[in-house]
Nanobody
Framework: QVVLVESGGGLVQAGGSLRLSCAAS????????MGWFRQAPGKQRELVAAIASGGSTNYADSVKGRFTISRDNAKNTVYLQMNNLKREDTAVYYC?????????????????WGQGTQVTVSS
């Protein structure tokens, strides 16, 4: 059983920054691919960024150049640094773990999910 706990969400003005963290317990974190997804009201859950166990990354076009995903295997934690936030980034952000070294961009490919953290960007 893998438990994922997100933190770091909140209210921020457009143009501001936030860093989300996702702490994992159980399992072997270093062997998992990890993903950050988000879901806005009335919309489907979408991939924001993913990172393989080896460190390769993938980003949604809408966040490229603004968001950075990283991982610290010693701390069993994955991060999402979000800069130059826009109103359209407002959503609940979820951390997900995939029992494979390689990531997928499809939400159904992930095995465990966190409870989510709200990010609200005001104008």
């Amino acid at each position: 059983q893998v438990v994922l706990v997100e933190s770091g969400g909140g209210l921020v003005q457009a143009g501001g920054s936030l860093r989300l963290s996702c702490a994992a317990s159980g399992g072997t974190f270093s062997m998992y691919a990890m993903g950050w997804f988000r879901q806005a009201p009335g919309k489907q859950r979408e991939l924001v960024a993913a990172i393989a166990s080896g460190g390769s990354t993938n980003y949604a076009d809408s966040v490229k150049g603004r968001f950075t995903i990283s991982r610290d295997n010693a701390k069993n934690t994955v991060y999402l640094q979000m800069n130059n936030l826009k109103r359209e980034d407002t959503a609940v952000y979820y951390c997900a773990a995939k029992f494979s070294r390689s990531y997928t961009t499809v939400a159904s490919g992930y095995n465990y999910w966190g409870q989510g953290t709200q990010v609200t960007v005001s104008s």
